[in-house]
């Protein structure tokens, strides 16, 4: 079994920054695409970042420019970099990893979710 968990989550004010961490673990056997999804209430599930083995990146257009998604890949670890965050930006975030347990079979594996919510 595949373990995700996030961190990093919390209040901050509209302009400000957090960062996100994500870790897998567990028995990993191969991990692809990383990612970020995020839920606000009464919305649906919707794409943040996602982040390829081989470094490829995807932004939802509204947090290009203000979001960054990396990945450590030594300790299967993705992070989302947060910037100039608005009141829309409030919602529980989930990280997402796409690999397996053994050698036959792909399957996402999802964290918890953290809770960010952007309040003056």
């Known amino acids: 079994q595949v373990h995700v968990v996030e961190s990093g989550g919390g209040l901050v004010q509209p302009g400000g920054s957090l960062r996100l961490s994500c870790a897998a673990s567990?028995?990993?056997?191969?991990?692809?695409?990383m990612g970020w999804y995020r839920q606000a209430p009464g919305k649906q599930s919707e794409l943040v970042a996602t982040?390829?083995?081989?470094?490829?990146?995807n932004y939802a257009d509204s947090v290009k420019g203000r979001f960054t998604i990396t990945r450590d890949i030594a300790e299967n670890m993705v992070f989302l970099q947060m910037n100039s965050l608005k009141t829309e930006d409030t919602a529980v975030y989930y990280c997402?990893?796409?690999?397996?347990?053994?050698?036959?079979?792909?399957?996402?594996?999802w964290g918890q979710g953290t809770q960010v919510t952007v309040s003056s």
């Open positions: 982040i390829s083995s081989g470094g490829s990146t």
């Open positions: 567990g028995n990993i056997y191969s991990l692809y695409d």
């Open positions: 997402k990893a796409r690999g397996s347990d053994s050698p036959r079979g792909l399957y996402d594996y």
